[in-house]
């Protein structure tokens, strides 16, 4: 009796053992190294630096004295709105004011080089966040600006279609 409840059952048994759980992994929560941006170089502005990834925490913006913010949790360079930012000195993004339409701004990895011509560049008050809310696919780079920094400026630029 005991063997015929085995052999009824085993197939079942060996089901269930051998039954993975289903992964889900969506773009939203992966970001493979190969996609993160690691440097940045402004030729007309002569700006070559490196980006670290960055985070905001009750308001506190993460930013580095030695390296451009990359908001890890923006686009990167696959997809997205790209959110990269510094402090406003001229070995960072002090100088990005002088960014006009069509100016070339050039983001690389190990693994590749993007390339992102500018739409746009203005200055807002600090309490405009639409263009960080954006959601194209797109790079959004600001610093502050203004008197006591009350101001951002903003420099909007879209990846240039390769041939």
Known sequence: LIGALLFAFIPHIWEKI???????????NLILPNDKPQSIEIPILDLKMEIKEA???ANNWEIYDNAVSWLKNSGDLKSGNMILYAHNDLSKF??????GQGSEIILKNQWQEKHYKVIDAFQTSNQDLWPIEAKENRLTMYTCSGLFDVNRFF???????EN
Request: glycine share 4%.
């Open 18 to 28: 051998n039954q993975k759980e289903e992964v889900k992994i969506t773009q939203a």
């Open 94 to 99: 002090g100088k990005i004011i002088q960014l």
């Open 155 to 161: 420099v909007i630029a879209e990846p240039v279609e």
């Open 55 to 57: 985070s905001v925490s």
